[in-house]
């Protein structure tokens, strides 16, 4: 299970904005022309911006919110086995 939450905490690290060096988010290469879609757009942007932020959810670094998520996206059982699931994502995520 801790290699799992580990994956988690450097997926997030490599999603975090503001981090040098850090993938680019999906979308932010779009060319809008549309006055409206592009608020819209900024708007999208600054949304998930926010929740990708660590700071603005202090309860992700809680283990138990951890466990949680690992047990709501199946990757984890009720006795805190690794599931199938789990195990698939982490290989690829090694692969990528």
């Not at 290699?3 to 503001?18: C, G, L, P, Q, V």
């Not at 006055?35 to 819209?40: D, I, Y």
């Not at 708007?43 to 998930?48: G, Q």
Request: hydrophobic share 40%.
């Amino acid at each position: 299970m801790q290699k799992i939450i580990d994956e988690i905490d450097n997926m997030a690290a490599n999603w975090d904005s503001t981090k040098k060096g850090s993938m680019k988010l999906p979308g932010q290469d779009i060319q809008v022309n549309d006055v409206e879609m592009f608020q819209k757009l900024l708007h999208l942007n600054d949304f998930r911006n926010f929740l990708i932020n660590d700071t603005n959810f202090r309860c992700r670094q809680c283990p138990l919110f951890r466990e949680h998520l690992l047990r709501r996206l199946n990757y984890i059982d009720d006795s805190n086995l690794v599931s199938l699931k789990g195990r698939v994502a982490c290989e690829i995520h090694h692969q990528v």
